[in-house]
């Protein structure tokens, strides 16, 4: 079991700055790829950002390409994900996932076995 627990979600002005973080505790070692993902209110969950715990490849969503940096300490098994130019429509339950099959920085939801309860991030305009 992998454990996830979100953190650094809120309330920014449009143009704004977030930074998200989720700490990962338990069987840890299964997971090679974590995941950021978001669901805005009526919407299905979409991926936003993938890392690599070893060598930190990354992999983005178009729509947040330049505006949103996904990182990770292995030391402290902590995936962040830095948000700026926060728009409107950036508004969602941002959850973070890990994923323990052998496999790539993968967008599919059902690619990750293990979830965060999700953190709360408005942008207001």
């Known amino acids: 079991q992998v454990q996830l627990v979100e953190s650094g979600g809120g309330l920014v002005q449009a143009g704004g700055s977030l930074r998200l973080s989720c700490a990962a505790s338990g069987r840890t070692f299964n997971s090679n790829v974590m995941g950021w993902f978001r669901q805005a209110p009526g919407k299905e969950r979409e991926f936003v950002a993938a890392?690599?715990?070893?060598?930190?490849?990354?992999y983005d969503a178009d729509s947040v390409k330049g505006r949103f940096t996904i990182s990770r300490d292995n030391a402290k098994n902590t995936v962040y994900l830095q948000m700026n130019s926060l728009k409107p429509e950036d508004t969602a339950v941002y959850y973070c996932?890990?994923?323990?099959?052998?496999?790539?920085?993968?967008?599919?939801?059902?690619?990750?076995?293990?979830w965060g309860q999700g953190t709360q991030v408005t942008v207001s305009s």
């Open positions: 890392i690599r715990w070893s060598g930190g490849s990354t």
């Open positions: 996932a890990a994923r323990t099959t052998i496999g790539g920085l993968a967008r599919a939801v059902d690619a990750y076995a293990y």
